[in-house]
T-cell receptor, first 113, second 114 residues
Framework: SQKIEQNSEALNIQEGKTATLTCNYTNYSPAYLQWYRQDPGRGPVFLLLIRENEKEKRKERLKVTFDTTLKQSLFHITASQPADSATYLCALDMSGGSYIPTFGRGTSLIVHP | DGGITQSPKYLFRKEGQNVTLSCEQNLNHDAMYWYRQDPGQGLRLIYYSQIVNDFQKGDIAEGYSVSREKKESFPLTVTSAQKNPTAFYLC?????????????FGEGSRLTVL
């Protein structure tokens, strides 16, 4: 069956360091992958989309890589700040092009001052 | 301001009662979705609609119903047949059905069954 895996354990880092979150998937070759941020009790907010023919994408302090051979995406936040503390979700379209995103469970990031 | 509005934010229901969650968007988006989120879980798709007057079941549609009579509105009814309805419900939309794009989410509705 198709599966998306994100580290269920919270990631604790010190302010100023780079946070790296992982999204692994199996049994599918998605055309693109998305990352969202979710704060407690709020709806997710879109951050970045990366397509299968893109190796890397950047937006301000955010960087996403997409390795279709490893079936893995890495999400980096450089110079992390306590305000970056949230849960980060990856999403893939596993519907064969009908755009029905499937979400991972998310990884909680805690940035300590 | 454009966006997605979900109401109510908090809702309490007695067992055996149906309840309807509202989702309205003024973004002129074609596709709309309902997801359910349980603690420590990812978002699970309940129903989605890519065009007015048409909708499809997602992975966990049992015990839920929807309608899409207007482009702006996609209400979700949680029926008494849903055995474990206590959860956080999220509505989302995207600009063009069938193409890659970001999902815009509402602020969610938290349903608690007493």
């Amino acid at each position: 069956s198709q599966k998306i895996e994100q580290n269920s354990e919270a990631l604790n880092i010190q302010e100023g360091k780079t946070a790296t979150l992982t999204c692994n998937y199996t049994n599918y070759s998605p055309a693109y992958l998305q990352w969202y941020r979710q704060d407690p009790g709020r709806g997710p907010v879109f951050l970045l989309l990366i397509r299968e023919n893109e190796k890397e994408k950047r937006k301000e302090r955010l960087k996403v890589t997409f390795d279709t051979t490893l079936k893995q995406s890495l999400f980096h936040i450089t110079a992390s700040q306590p305000a970056d503390s949230a849960t980060y979700l990856c999403a893939l379209d596993m519907s064969g092009g009908s755009y029905i995103p499937t979400f991972g469970r998310g990884t909680s990031l805690i940035v300590h001052p | 301001d454009g966006g997605i509005t979900q109401s109510p934010k908090y809702l309490f229901r007695k067992e055996g009662q149906n309840v309807t969650l509202s989702c309205e968007q003024n973004l002129n988006h074609d596709a709309m979705y309902w997801y359910r989120q349980d603690p420590g879980q990812g978002l699970r798709l309940i129903y989605y609609s890519q065009i007015v007057n048409d909708f499809q079941k997602g992975d966990i549609a049992e015990g839920y119903s929807v309608s899409r009579e207007k482009k702006e509105s996609f209400p979700l009814t949680v029926t008494s047949a849903q055995k474990n309805p206590t959860a956080f419900y999220l509505c989302a939309s995207t600009p063009t059905s069938g193409l890659a794009g970001e999902l815009f989410f509402g602020e969610g509705s938290r349903l608690t069954v007493l």
